[in-house]
């Protein structure tokens, strides 16, 4: 069979993952938390299944939970999004992602992907039969470069992929950045696929910058994010996009034949769920307290640490412990000797762009991360 995506094998992150758990490494690797959920949100999904909520919901979700994003993304971004006509519930932000990607792009249209990026953005637009163009972040610092993101626009680009915070570098869009964004794709009629994921996962006081709340951006936008992240369930496959009134009719189109529905039972219980705002404005705290806690345990190790600004991963560079040993190698090394996984950078780039640098993800328990810590200080 010619293979529609020829270039693609398994996911770095389920190869590290099986790594880990064959060798028995602490698993800083793939992306999700080693701690379970709030006990009521567990008990919510127990009584909406109770409660005989367990057929197929309406096809762009539950009401009552299209009508709770709506109100937080109000509150939160000062945009009101429809929830009939503007909120779709998806399964996690990766149907999302793809969804919209089908839903907008024709076989031929260029969409621009800033690089590093996730690695589901380049098979989604090969699928659509879209031509990926890669724009890379600024090295060393991974900020926007606004004059690359510019000379890449053609009158073909059909869409922009954004990340912040960002996976893996863990910068944060600042407000000025997301205006000078607004300011490029002004003359254009270029659409944005707003990836914002860790949208809760901020620090040091800095604010997420959602497209939703830039009236420019949300104008042209997908808003795109995941109850998997925010409420520490990422195998429970619950995201939602944000979008005006006519491009969520195109998504939904597709959305009807992609998956049809989500979940009934944990739409209503993210519903009920989401009345009480505190385990939201209070994700940023809980994480940077483990960032803060890592950071400092790494910074007894020869690891040199990049900045950590939002999301739940730290990257740093290990060539002051193996000047040599490409990002992959050295990563299975440090699984099977040292005891702790961790992601390459370098899946993030299309050529497997090479610096020395690895991901750790830090969701996980404290005692996880101290254990971990004891592990990387013998390199
Ligand atoms: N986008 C980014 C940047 C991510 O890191 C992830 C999860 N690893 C996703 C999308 C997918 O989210 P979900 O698990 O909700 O499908
Ligand atoms: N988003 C997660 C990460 O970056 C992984 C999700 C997946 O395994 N596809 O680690």
């Known amino acids: 069979l010619p ?32 701690f379970d959920c709030d006990p009521k949100l567990l008990d919510a999904v127990t009584q909406a299944m109770r409660e005989g909520l367990n057929q197929y919901p309406p096809m762009a979700g539950v009401p009552a939970l299209r ?13 009101r999004y429809d929830p009939g006509s503007e909120i779709t519930v998806t399964a996690g932000a990766t149907q999302a992602i793809l969804t919209a990607i089908l839903c907008c792009v024709h076989p031929g249209d260029e969409v621009v992907v800033l690089e590093p990026c996730y690695d589901s953005y380049g098979p989604n637009i090969e699928l659509a039969g879209g031509t990926i163009v890669r724009v890379p972040l600024t090295p060393g610092t991974f900020r926007p470069d606004f004059d690359r993101i510019a000379a890449a626009l053609t009158p073909r ?5 954004v990340n912040s915070p960002h996976n893996p570098s863990a910068t944060v869009w600042t407000r000025d950045e997301m205006q000078r964004l607004a300011a490029l794709l002004r003359p254009t009629g270029v659409l944005l696929i707003s990836d914002e994921v860790y949208e809760h996962m ?22 795109v994010s995941s109850f998997g992240k925010t409420y520490h369930v990422t195998g429970w496959k619950v995201g939602f996009v944000a979008a005006p009134a006519a491009l969520t009719a195109e998504f939904r189109k597709v959305h009807q034949f992609n998956v ?17 705002p505190a385990p939201y404005l209070e994700l940023g705290a809980f994480y940077q307290h ?5 950071r400092e345990g790494l910074g007894a190790t020869r690891f040199r640490l990049l900045p950590s600004e939002g999301s739940y991963f730290q990257c ?11 990002e992959e190698d050295f990563c299975r090394r440090l ?29 996980k328990k404290d005692e996880t991360l101290q254990r971990a810590l004891d592990r990387l200080a013998r390199l």
Request: hydrophobic share 45%; aromatic share 10%; proline share 5%.
């Open 3 to 34: 293979s529609r995506l020829p270039d693609v094998g398994t996911t770095i992150f389920t190869v590290m993952s099986a790594l880990a758990a064959e060798h028995g490494a602490v698993n800083l690797g793939q992306g999700f938390p080693d």
């Open 67 to 79: 009508e709770a994003v709506s109100a937080k993304l109000d509150t939160l971004y000062g945009h």
């Open 157 to 161: 680009t059909r869409a922009i992929i």
């Open 202 to 223: 901020v620090y040091d006081g800095r604010p997420h910058v959602s497209a939703a709340s830039i009236p420019e951006l949300a104008a042209r936008a997908f808003v």
């Open 260 to 276: 049809f529905s989500v979940n009934t039972p944990v739409q209503h219980a993210l519903a009920r769920y989401m009345a009480d």
């Open 290 to 294: 483990k960032r803060d806690l890592f």
């Open 316 to 326: 740093v560079d290990y060539s002051a412990i193996d000047e040599h040993s490409t």
């Open 335 to 363: 699984t099977t000797q040292a005891g702790v996984a961790a992601i390459p950078l370098s899946p993030f780039y299309a050529e497997g762009f090479q610096q020395r640098i690895v991901r750790f993800c830090f969701a």
